[in-house]
């Protein structure tokens, strides 16, 4: 019933973790390694920008919260890598680069003309051999560049749309990573300029992971997640619960700090197919804390949801003991109103961060984003 492999929540409320400060009470170690068979599961819920200096209490939190040690879903944005390392072959080559105004435009982090075969071949056979080479990986990504730049060839143009594009390459690495280690998977994400649906059909080893925010087109997340779905792809979650320019580590400006949003959207990716959830979060438990670990359990089974304010009292109450009712009112005031306007339709609007910013990022950067 989770996002996380077994969803069996232990029978006692688990203790919550601050920072790694409180102890579980639940028996969740008896949990770490088991998978449950319906559902190919990978919770890497919170990942969180921790500083050095917070690496370890951070370690101690995702265990306990079994918010980590799923499945490895390599999915960021992985063209560049391609194009460093494969370095000689594109200067031999320059038609790879993409076709822009006429001229083929090289650069560290450009798009791929994936109209040419040559090329296409090229990535197969690279990522192929990064598994063969890292047999412990899980999966292996084929997520484009960030940002625009697509080839204007007329190759690449009679693949189709971009997302064509981008799934015809995902589904031949994925056809020969599958026939040489069965099992594996390729990832990528449904953002940017490849966010919507493509029109041809997704190989069952490859998760996309539907970004939440950074969207291409009209439609909402549910519609293209339901788009990919419909294609036969595995799907993902790529969120934003924290994004220090966004939100300033303030209370209540994130989604993270958002119960209501957290109770109504993990539940609702869940109904929708997706098995796979990773969240940009930041290093600021105090605002985010509470969030963090309601999205863990609700992760660990959506059913969870019906029970936020029961789980609300029981973290204050662990969390803060005697001092309860006064942080609890402090917490509380975290929990909302939550001024970013959070919706699942692709394009959350985040307010201005703080005094001195100019228009908000996601505004700014509407056309190229972090990812
Ligand atoms: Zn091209």
């Not at 971009?162 to 599958?178: F, K, T, W």
């Not at 109504?264 to 990773?278: K, L």
Request: hydrophobic residues 35%.
């Amino acid at each position: 019933m989770g996002f996380s492999v077994p969803a069996r929540v232990p029978p006692v409320l688990s203790r919550p973790t601050l920072g790694g400060r409180a102890a579980p009470s639940g028996p969740l170690r008896q949990h770490r390694g088991r998978r449950d068979a319906q559902l190919p599961l990978a919770p890497h819920l919170v990942r969180a920008w921790c500083r050095d200096y917070a690496a370890a209490p951070y370690q101690e939190w995702t265990a306990r919260n079994r918010t980590a040690g799923g499945v490895d879903l390599q999915t960021g944005h992985a063209y560049g890598e391609i194009i460093l390392a494969l370095q000689a072959e594109f200067e031999r080559h320059p038609e790879y680069y993409p076709l822009i105004d006429g001229r083929r435009k090289p650069g560290k982090e450009a798009k791929l003309c994936i109209g040419n075969e040559e090329l296409r071949r090229l990535v197969v056979a690279y990522r192929v051999e990064k598994l063969r080479k890292r047999p412990a990986l899980a999966s292996v990504s084929v997520d484009p560049s960030d940002g625009g730049g697509w080839c204007e060839c007329e190759k690449c143009r009679a693949l189709g749309s971009i997302s064509d594009r981008v799934a015809i390459l995902a589904n031949e690495v994925a056809a020969a990573v599958g026939a040489e280690s069965p099992g594996k998977l390729v990832g990528l994400y449904a953002y940017n300029h490849h966010s919507p649906a493509p029109s041809v059909r997704i190989a069952p080893n490859v998760v996309v992971s539907v970004a939440t925010a950074f969207l291409h087109g009209d439609q909402t997340v549910e519609e293209i997640m339901d788009g990919w779905g419909r294609q036969g792809a595995v799907l993902g979650v790529r969120e934003y619960y924290a994004v220090n320019t966004w939100d300033r580590d303030q209370p209540a400006q994130s989604r993270g700090a958002n119960l209501a949003y957290l109770s109504r959207t993990i539940p609702g990716f869940h109904a929708r197919g997706a098995r796979f959830m990773s969240a940009e979060s930041s290093d600021n438990w105090g605002p985010n804390g509470l969030g963090y670990y309601i999205a863990s359990r609700l992760l660990w089974d959506v059913r969870q949801a019906q029970r936020v304010p029961e789980l609300v009292d029981d973290f204050l109450a662990r969390a803060f003991g005697p001092a309860r009712s006064r942080c609890g009112s402090s917490t509380r005031s975290s929990m909302g109103p939550v001024r970013t306007s959070v919706s699942t339709t692709g394009r959350p609007h985040v307010p201005r961060a703080g005094p001195g910013e100019g228009a908000c990022r996601p505004c700014r950067r509407r056309a190229g984003a972090p990812g």
